[in-house]
């Protein structure tokens, strides 16, 4: 069918369905009136069948999954591919009684384009395409959403008539044209007063070096004086950060345990499923892009409301070659972000947001593998959760923690991280810092805040403080997203001062009017923020210092027990070992599960990994001088899920399974098999 010119065709007000089909009639009309909309339009389904274009018992299971699911009937029918594009462009012509337009061959008005804004036209899935006798004819792909869409469109330009266009011909005329535009907006849509972007660069890097250069220099004129400094600082730091850690362990040791089969699982999934748009950020990675397909292929959730968005920089030709040689299935497509004066991840982000179809936004990084349910968890929390609830956050484990020494330390530090700390913070009423991946938002909170900020290397924990100050909240959700520990200590190093310079440049963002902080968080989160961001980049920079009471604990001179009565000393030494033990325990208490239970051992070890944290802490105060919007990619693909890194509990269930079931079979009589056909392929 050429769709390039296709007249209005306009059909009677009440169309008359063939006698087979008329209970399906009865079904769309019942539901239309219902909703208190007017009838006369014909239905959709009714005008595919007439046109041949679609099998009656196909578009009866799209009508079933439409009841259920917050997505237009056309595009279950795409997914499951039970109709042709052209044929469902046609039969949404006739319903509308509107024309398709080849937007490639007769392109929009870029002037109009300017006038209402590129990035609503994505957004809405629409482009002014031309202005005739006083009118603008929209060109959209979501017939639907016209009449309100009017009523948001400049007064200047209406009247306004609908003329109908794929989705993807709107996405490529409007990147064809304004591209450019899209682009310098994704590195700018952070309001300026809470954006890295227009940081002083020069007097960051002069104060940074100026404590490096009179640290120095103190410890070499007034070595005592200036040590005994640096140790108070130190301590008031430990005494915070392990106050707090103590109150996140309590707390999330009096969180009631949900059971899998509770009160909670009962209500069943939300009325509506949403669409889910899950943004998969890929850099350098022409090795993992085929094993990240199968992993995601393993989700559970509706394929007619998933769309995963893998996002690929224009320069990556190693990766856009590996997915170009790659079929790709309909929930999933591509998205390649232009270059520009700066390449970061949150960049590529705001870019690719303009493409998302979903009501919730997710991320996940290039080598994960969420849990096959996790996205039915996610929709059902944000159907119970009330609407200040912006963000959830799940669990970030790993595929690979028996690789080595390294890759064990990294799993027991993530668990306490995500397992315990964390959802203490959250159940609290702290400040929550999100991770980079496994991440959820309601789109619309997080088109309000204006996405991610472009300037900011570690733009997840920069988003968890905006989405406060903003008067949201971030929930932790017990779903877990396995990913690839970093198992080699110079990557390590890197990716470590990559997270500490993003948490200095994000305290020295949100401390720029310290008082309008303090007034949208609240006394307690902010100084939650405090001990969070400043707390931790100082225990890091300043673990030297600390690490000098082992010294004490050996018998070992030490430059600040001659300088405090031993009594105070005794009482300092004991805050150390308190933290010490602390530390112990609550990472031991992470991994006590019967998937990490071979950890517990290796825990007493961490005093032996936390030192490369320090080398990652002075490389990023080096960074903040030097280089500021540096990106220090870290590789992943080391090792493969799929086929060499699955965690070994899992293969040992999934061998027990065959035996299991035929113990079940032996157990109960035979019963003759009834064969059913399945609803959804």
């Not at 079904?27 to 009838?39: E, F, Q």
């Not at 394929?303 to 299935?329: F, I």
């Not at 280089?627 to 899920?641: A, L």
């Amino acid at each position: 069918m050429n769709t390039a010119k296709l007249r209005t065709i306009d059909m009677p007000a009440e169309a008359t369905a063939p006698p087979a089909l008329s209970s399906l009639h009865g079904i769309v009309t019942r539901k239309r009136a219902g909703t208190g909309r007017s009838t006369r339009r014909p239905p959709l389904g009714q005008i595919l069948l007439e046109m041949g274009a679609v099998e009656s018992g196909n578009l009866l299971k799209a009508l079933a999954l439409r009841q259920r699911e917050d997505v237009r009937l056309g595009d279950i029918l795409l997914t499951h591919g039970w109709v042709e594009e052209a044929d469902l462009l046609a039969a949404l012509a006739l319903q509308w009684r509107s024309s398709v337009v080849d937007l490639a061959a007769e392109p929009p008005d870029p002037r109009l384009i300017d006038a209402i804004g590129a990035e609503t036209c994505l957004s809405r899935a629409m482009v002014p395409w031309r202005r005739i006798g006083g009118v603008t004819l929209i060109a959209t792909a979501r017939p639907e959403e016209f009449a309100p869409l009017c009523a948001a469109l400049p007064e200047s330009f209406a009247p306004y008539r609908m003329v109908l266009a794929p989705e993807r011909d709107v996405h490529e005329s409007l990147l064809a044209r304004r591209q450019t535009a899209l682009i310098r907006r994704a590195e700018a849509k952070v309001d300026p007063e809470q954006s890295c972007r227009n940081r002083n660069e020069a007097r960051a890097a002069l104060i940074a070096g100026g404590f490096v250069a009179l640290s120095a220099l103190g410890l070499w004129a007034a070595p005592q004086t200036v040590f005994a400094l640096l140790f108070g600082w130190m301590m008031l730091t430990l005494i915070a950060t392990t106050g707090l850690k103590l109150a996140a362990f309590v707390s999330w040791l009096t969180i009631p345990r949900r059971s899998p089969r509770g009160p909670e699982a009962l209500l069943g999934p939300p009325p509506r499923l949403p669409v889910i748009s899950m943004l998969v950020p890929l850099f350098h990675e022409d090795d993992i892009a085929p094993r990240l397909i199968e992993r995601l292929a393993r989700l559970r959730y509706p394929r007619e409301l998933l769309d995963v968005v893998l996002v690929v920089e224009e320069s990556d030709r190693r990766t856009r070659v590996a997915l170009a040689a790659t079929r790709l299935p309909r929930w999933m497509r591509v998205v390649t972000v232009p270059d520009g004066p700066i390449r970061t991840k949150p960049r590529a982000l705001n870019y690719a947001l303009n493409f998302c179809r979903g009501s919730v936004i997710g991320v996940w990084d290039a080598e994960d593998a969420p849990e096959p349910d996790q996205l039915q968890a996610v929709a059902r929390r944000f159907a119970q959760a009330p609407p200040e609830t912006a963000c959830l956050q799940g669990i970030l484990d790993y595929y690979n923690p028996r690789t080595n020494w390294l890759s064990r330390c990294f799993t027991i530090e993530y668990a306490a991280w995500f397992r315990i700390f964390l959802p203490g913070l959250a159940r609290l009423g702290f400040v929550v810092p999100l991770g980079g991946t496994t991440l959820f938002f309601r789109r619309a909170a997080l088109e309000e805040l204006g996405g991610w900020d472009a300037h900011n290397v570690t733009e997840d924990a920069d988003l968890g403080v905006r989405l406060a100050r903003h008067g949201y909240r971030t929930e932790l959700i017990e779903t877990v997203t396995h990913e690839e520990a970093n198992c080699r200590a110079l990557p390590w190093v890197k990716q470590r001062s990559r997270w500490l310079k993003g948490y200095a440049m994000t305290w020295a963002v949100h401390m720029r009017d310290p008082v309008r902080l303090w007034r949208e968080l609240g006394a307690k989160r902010f100084l939650g923020v405090q001990i969070l961001i400043l707390g931790s980049l100082s225990q890091y920079v300043l673990a030297p210092v600390l690490w000098s009471f082992w010294l004490a604990l050996f018998g070992l001179w030490h430059p600040i027990a001659a300088q405090m009565p031993a009594p105070l000393f005794l009482a300092v030494m004991g805050i150390f070992l308190l933290s010490e033990l602390l530390s112990i325990l609550v990472s031991g208490w992470a991994v006590r599960g019967n998937e990490h239970r071979h950890l517990v051992k290796w825990v007493p070890t961490l005093h032996l990994y936390f030192p490369l944290g320090a080398l990652a802490g002075w490389k990023a105060l080096y960074e903040v001088i030097a280089k500021p919007f540096y990106w220090d990619k870290t590789h992943h693909g080391i090792f493969d899920t799929l086929h060499s890194g699955e965690p070994r509990l899992q293969a040992k269930r999934s061998s027990l399974v065959p035996a299991i079931r035929a113990a079940l079979v032996r157990a109960r009589p035979a019963k003759p098999r009834t064969r059913y056909a399945p609803l959804i392929d």
